[in-house]
C-alpha cells in the first residue's frame, strides 16, 4: 500500500479506528431550526463516511439554546427530542465501519446578539472579540456551574443516541478557551486567576462526563496550541494544559491553533504552506501519552503521511479536504489519488456560513446538496455530447456527463485543459489551483473522456458527431472599456502579464480590485514595480474573504504598492492614466508606463449563439453564461450536467 501509516488502525481509549483520518469539526449549518439532524446533514457526513474516513466530528454543536448558538441551523445536544435524528446520523456512519464524535460548543464572546433573540452574548469576563465588536456580559458563578451541567447532558444525550465519543471544543476562541486564557479570563472567583483556575471548568466537564458516561466512552478534546496573541495562550501554556488533560481522563487531544482575532492561523487561506504548523502538534505530543488529533492544512496524502512518519501526530484531522472530495480517503488508499479534487484554500466555504447560508465548496458542487443530488441517473446509453471549452466549468460538466454513461467529446482550444484555472493558479501561491486542475483532468482520463486539445470547435465539427446535445463552456473575454487611450501599446491585460504573455514596463497602474487585479498588483509589486490599483468603488475587493483579502493587500503596501478606492478610470495618455477621485469630483493623473486592465469579462455570445442556432439541445455554462468565479463555473456544470 502507497500510504502504510495513513492506513493503519488506531485507538482512541477502547475505540479502535480503521485508519488515521478524522474528518475535523466544521459548521455546516444543515441541521433543523430546533437543532435536530436532518436528512440533509445525515447525507452530507454518510457521503463523507462512505468515502473511507475512519472518524467523523460533527460540526460545532450547541448544548446551550440561550446563550449558545453559533450559526443558523446549527446541531444541537439539549433535549431529548434530538436523539431520534442523531440516532440516523450514527447508524448511517456506521455502515460504513467509520465512527463519529458530537462536538459540544459554546460559542461565547465569538457569536452575536442577533443569533440569541437579541440577548447580550456571554463570556468568561467582558473582553471584546474584534471580529465580533460586542461586549459581553461575564457569566456568573452560578451560570458557570450550570453551563458544566449543559455540557455533561449533551454527551449524555450523544451516548443515548448510539455516537461512539464526544468532542470538547476548548479551542478557536469559544467559550471554554475564553476560560482558559488569559487574554478573556478576568475573573476573581474560582473560575478565574490562576492557570487552576481557569482551567477548572474543563476539569468539571470532563470528569462529570466520564463519571455520567462512564469511563470507556471516549472523550476528546480540541485545544489551541497558540492563540498567536501576546497576551494569549502559547506553546508552553498548552503543553501544561494538555498534560492536565489527560491526567482528567480524557482519551485524545486534538490540536489547532488560534483565535478568531487571530483568524488565518485556524483555518487557512491558500497562501498558507501545508504543515506550517506542525510543531506544534509535534510538541504537544511530544509530552502527552495519549493520541494526538491534529490539522496541519493539508491537502494531499503524500504529506499526510510524512507527518505521520516524522512522528507530528497519531491522526490525521482533515476539515475542507472532505469538502472538496469526499472520497478523499478511499482514493489515496486505492492509489488514485492523482484524481483528488484539491481543496485550493478559496475560502468560499467560510464566505457562505458568514452570509447565513448552508456550507458551500468552490470545487465540489454537491457539498451541502447530498440529499439533492444524490446517486447519477446512468441513462446516457453511450450517446455523444459535445462539450466546447475545457475550462472548471466545461470540465465538470464532461465529468458528469460521463458518469452518466454520455461519450463526451470535449474540444478544447488551447494546448491543456483548465482554461482561466491556468490563469487563476500563476500568482503567488496559487499551486493547489495547479494540483486541482490537474486532478481534474486525471478524472477526465479515468472516464475515457474524448478530448481534443488545440482544437477550436466550430459548429460544422460538432455537427459531424451528431451530438444528443451541446455544453458551451467556451469562456469570456477580458472587458475593454471605451475609453481614450485604450489602444495604447501600454495597455496590456491581467490575464497576459499573470501568464507571463506579456512583460510590464517602469511604473504600473491596475485597474480593478476583483481577485485577478489584486494578484496582479501584488505580483508586480513584489516583482519592484511602483505599482497603484485604482477602484472606481468605494472599498476593495467587494466580496473576497476577508483574511484573503488583507493578506493581498498587505503584500501590496508591503512592497511599496498603493491602492487606491473611488478613482474611476477617465483615459489612458502618454502621461500614464487619468481617474476621477469620486469622493471629491477631483481629476487626477497617475503617472504609468504600463496600464493594466482587470475589469472583468464579458460572455462570447456571439459563438454561443451560433451553437444555440445550430442544435436544439445545448447548455450554456459557467463565463459563457456570465462571467464569474471559479464556484460559479463548477457548480454550473455539474448541475445541468446532473439533470441533462
Not at 502538534?281 to 491537502?299: D, E, G, L, S
Not at 462539450?387 to 478544447?412: T, W
Not at 473611488?566 to 476621477?580: E, F, I, N, S
Amino acid at each position: 500500500m502507497k500510504y502504510e501509516q495513513l492506513f493503519k488502525k488506531g485507538k482512541i481509549g477502547r475505540l479502535t479506528l480503521k485508519n488515521r483520518i478524522v474528518m475535523t469539526p466544521m459548521g455546516v449549518s444543515l441541521a433543523g431550526p430546533s437543532g435536530e439532524a436532518t436528512e440533509d446533514i445525515i447525507r452530507y457526513y454518510e457521503e463523507r463516511a462512505k468515502g473511507g474516513t475512519g472518524l467523523i466530528i460533527t460540526e460545532i454543536t450547541r448544548i446551550d439554546d440561550e446563550t449558545g448558538v453559533g450559526t443558523s441551523n446549527q446541531l444541537a445536544v439539549t433535549d431529548a427530542r434530538h436523539i431520534p435524528g442523531l440516532q440516523r446520523l450514527a447508524d448511517r456512519i456506521h455502515k460504513y465501519d467509520a465512527k463519529v464524535f458530537v462536538q459540544l460548543h459554546h460559542p461565547g464572546n465569538e457569536t452575536y446578539s442577533r443569533l440569541i433573540g437579541g440577548r447580550q452574548i456571554v463570556s468568561a469576563s467582558d473582553v471584546v472579540c474584534s471580529v465580533v465588536g460586542e461586549k459581553p456580559r461575564p457569566l456568573s458563578t452560578e451560570e458557570v456551574e450550570a453551563m458544566v451541567k449543559k455540557f455533561i447532558k449533551g454527551a449524555v444525550i450523544a451516548k443515548t443516541a448510539g455516537i461512539d465519543g464526544v468532542e470538547i471544543h476548548a479551542a478557536h476562541g469559544y467559550l471554554l478557551d475564553q476560560f482558559l486564557s488569559p487574554h478573556t479570563n478576568k475573573r476573581t472567583d474560582r473560575y478565574g486567576g490562576s492557570f487552576h483556575n481557569r482551567i477548572r471548568i474543563l476539569e468539571e466537564i470532563i470528569t462529570g462526563i466520564k463519571y455520567m458516561c462512564g469511563p470507556a466512552f471516549p472523550v476528546s478534546v480540541r485545544i489551541s496550541a497558540d492563540e498567536f496573541l501576546e497576551d494569549g495562550l502559547h506553546l508552553e501554556d498548552t503543553i501544561k494544559i494538555a498534560k492536565i488533560l489527560e491526567s482528567y481522563g480524557v482519551d485524545t487531544i486534538n490540536v489547532s491553533s488560534g483565535v478568531y482575532d487571530t483568524g488565518a492561523t485556524i483555518v487557512e487561506p491558500g497562501y498558507f504552506k501545508q504543515g506550517w504548523k506542525k510543531h506544534l502538534a509535534t510538541a504537544i505530543r511530544q509530552n502527552v501519552n495519549v493520541p494526538v488529533i491534529a490539522v496541519n492544512n493539508i491537502k494531499e496524502p503524500n504529506v499526510a503521511e510524512q507527518l505521520l512518519e516524522e512522528g507530528v501526530c497519531d491522526f490525521i484531522g482533515l476539515g475542507r479536504p472532505q469538502l472538496a472530495d469526499p472520497a478523499w480517503a478511499n482514493k489515496a488508499k486505492c492509489g488514485k489519488d492523482d484524481q483528488i479534487r484539491t481543496c485550493i484554500g478559496c475560502m468560499h466555504c467560510f464566505a457562505t456560513l458568514n452570509t447565513g447560508k448552508h456550507i458551500e465548496c468552490c470545487v465540489n458542487a454537491r457539498t451541502g446538496r447530498e440529499a439533492e443530488f444524490t446517486e447519477f441517473n446512468r441513462n446516457g446509453e453511450g450517446k455523444t455530447v459535445a462539450v466546447i471549452g475545457g475550462g472548471p466549468g466545461g470540465m465538470e460538466a464532461a465529468r458528469v456527463l460521463a458518469e452518466r454513461n454520455y461519450k463526451v467529446v470535449l474540444f478544447e482550444k488551447e494546448a491543456q485543459l483548465g482554461g482561466t484555472l491556468n490563469v487563476a493558479d500563476k500568482p503567488l501561491n496559487k499551486e493547489k489551483i495547479t494540483v486541482m486542475t490537474n486532478g481534474m483532468a486525471a478524472q477526465l482520463k479515468a472516464l475515457n473522456v474524448d478530448v481534443r486539445l488545440n482544437t477550436e470547435a466550430t459548429v460544422d465539427m460538432v455537427k459531424q458527431l451528431n451530438p444528443a446535445g451541446v455544453f458551451v463552456a467556451c469562456g469570456a473575454t477580458p472587458i475593454v472599456p471605451n475609453l481614450p487611450g485604450m489602444d495604447s501599446a501600454k495597455v496590456v491585460k491581467a490575464e497576459d502579464i499573470l501568464t507571463g504573455a506579456v512583460k510590464a514596463n517602469g511604473s504600473v497602474v491596475v485597474v480593478g480590485s476583483g481577485m485577478t487585479g489584486l494578484e496582479t498588483a501584488e505580483k508586480l509589486a513584489v516583482e519592484g514595480h511602483a505599482v497603484n490599483l485604482i477602484e472606481m468603488a468605494k472599498t476593495i475587493g467587494t466580496g473576497i474573504y476577508p483574511s484573503v483579502l488583507m493578506n493581498v493587500v498587505g503584500n501590496i503596501k508591503k512592497h511599496g504598492g498603493n491602492v487606491l478606492p473611488r478613482h474611476q478610470l477617465q483615459a489612458v495618455t502618454a502621461d500614464g492614466v487619468v481617474a476621477l477621485e469620486t469622493l471629491r469630483s477631483q481629476v487626477k493623473v497617475i503617472p504609468a508606463d504600463t496600464v493594466v486592465l482587470a475589469l472583468g469579462v464579458r460572455p462570447r455570445a456571439d459563438l454561443v449563439e451560433q451553437f444555440e442556432e445550430a442544435f436544439e439541445e445545448v447548455r450554456v455554462i459557467g463565463d459563457a453564461s456570465k462571467g464569474g468565479r471559479i464556484v460559479e463555473a463548477i457548480k454550473d456544470g455539474y448541475g445541468k450536467a446532473f439533470v441533462f
